[in-house]
């Protein structure tokens, strides 16, 4: 059976095998080879991870691939707000452990029911009574034990190595924070000491800047843990992960529309899938096998749509609602356009110049105005400023304003 566009650009979810684009590419901080040092922190004892950078750069799709390769299975633990260590160690216990049927009993009564040992920290002890559409009940229950040694044996019983606690920047408890760090460091220990066998490990997975964002001032876990901060692919990679989910759907395109795609992207897999889904869609109905600026076009607007609402909200509060000059306007269309991913004032000014060769200014205090409205909440805080007051550098509070501002306003590049 043929393959479907959904079967080959997949935004919404961890990318399959076929679609993965190897990572070598130099992490957050410079060093070479992102996929090697993730390679090698998997396979060294009592190594625990962080995987830290913006949202939609990969972080779970590189985990997920690497670790396959690797032969080491993943029990995944989706953070929330307001989850404790107990519930993150709970969370996996309930993916691992069999219940055990201890009494069945049948009753014309509907009813469930669910306990849980909360007297002791830590121990792990569920009762639960399902009821069946016939009317049969089962009891079951799970001896008592510490809960993360019980969840340890868990995984080693099920043959899983991973622990990854996905999405930690929804973590908001300083506790929970420090109980990571704690446990993170408490396993290495265990697995020195060859207290725990195999090598199981912790692997952090958030939105952040740095790995200590994630894990809060606790720095006992640094000597234990590899911190590796993804970035943006190469433009390289996405070109290849577009080119090669085209060629899985028998089809192409020429250089010039596919370097039109890629400028979309803006270093994002997240948004190479999306603009590739809308795109591959859009050739398939017309009933063609090459992709044509048309079908680009109305990818792009599709692709709009489907962002996040929010942007959009955000935009029109930032975008004058009138006047010829419209400095904001201007000021997110050339940063969206423009190669860099940061601005001091003076690099604005620049663009502006590039932009309207035909003024003849001797002031540009307007444009330090506009900026400063770009950083207002009240206005959509579309930018962030860091830095002191004269040397500001500029960037886009979220990092996927910029690809959307570049498909919505079906930008070119600069």
């Known amino acids: 059976m043929p393959l479907a566009p959904e079967d080959v650009f997949t935004p919404k979810t961890i990318v399959s095998k076929q679609m993965f684009e190897r990572r070598n590419e130099p992490d957050l901080t410079g060093r070479p080879g992102l996929q090697d040092l993730l390679r090698d922190a998997i396979k060294e004892r009592g190594c625990q991870i962080l995987l830290y950078g913006d949202t939609g750069v990969g972080k779970s799709s590189l985990l997920t691939n690497v670790a396959d390769f690797e032969g080491s299975d993943i029990l995944e633990v989706d953070c929330k707000s307001g989850m404790s260590m107990s519930d993150i160690i709970d969370q996996g216990n309930r993916q691992l452990t069999r219940f055990k049927p201890v009494k069945r009993s049948r009753s014309s009564t509907i009813e469930g029911e669910v306990a849980a040992n909360a007297e002791v920290p830590f ?10 559409r016939f009317q049969q009940t089962d009891d079951f229950e799970v001896v008592e034990s510490p809960a993360f040694t019980a969840l340890l044996e868990a995984m080693n019983s099920k ?4 622990l990854v606690l996905d999405n930690f920047q929804n973590i908001d408890l300083d506790d929970t924070r420090l109980q990571v760090a704690q446990h993170m460091e408490s396993l290495s220990d265990a697995i020195g000491k060859k207290r725990v066998k195999g090598n199981l490990k912790f692997v952090v997975i958030g939105i952040a800047d740095d790995a200590s964002t994630l894990l809060g001032d ?25 080119s090669r989910g085209l060629g899985l759907l028998g089809l192409s395109a ?6 039109k795609l890629v400028f979309y992207s803006d270093g ?4 190479a899938h999306l603009v590739g889904l809308h795109v591959s869609r859009s050739v398939i109905q017309d009933k063609l096998t090459e992709v044509t600026d048309a079908s680009i076009d109305t990818a792009i607007a599709r692709a709009a749509a489907s962002v ?5 909200e955000r935009l029109r509060l930032a975008y004058e609602r009138g006047g010829t000059t419209q400095p904001k306007k201007q000021i997110v269309r050339f940063l969206a356009a423009s190669p860099a991913r940061q601005w001091e004032y003076r690099d604005v ?18 444009l330090s105005v506009a900026l400063g409205a770009l950083t207002d909440p009240r206005q959509g805080a579309i930018l962030t400023a ?22 919505n306003d079906n930008l070119t590049p600069v």
Do not use: C
């Open 254 to 259: 020429q250089p010039d529309q596919l370097a």
């Open 308 to 312: 996040s609402a929010s942007y959009a």
């Open 349 to 366: 000014i620049d663009l502006w110049k590039l932009a309207n060769p035909e003024e003849n200014r001797t002031s540009y205090n307007f």
């Open 123 to 132: 121990l792990a002890k569920i009762k639960a009574r399902l009821l069946s």
């Open 218 to 242: 606790s720095m006992s876990y640094v000597r234990r843990a590899e911190q590796i901060g993804v970035p943006r692919m190469p433009d390289s990679e996405i070109r290849d992960v577009l």
């Open 159 to 162: 043959n899983r190595t991973l």
């Open 386 to 407: 860091t830095g002191q007051r004269g040397r500001f550098v500029y960037r886009f509070t979220d990092p996927h304003i910029r690809p959307f501002v570049r498909i």
């Open 268 to 271: 994002f897999p997240y948004f």
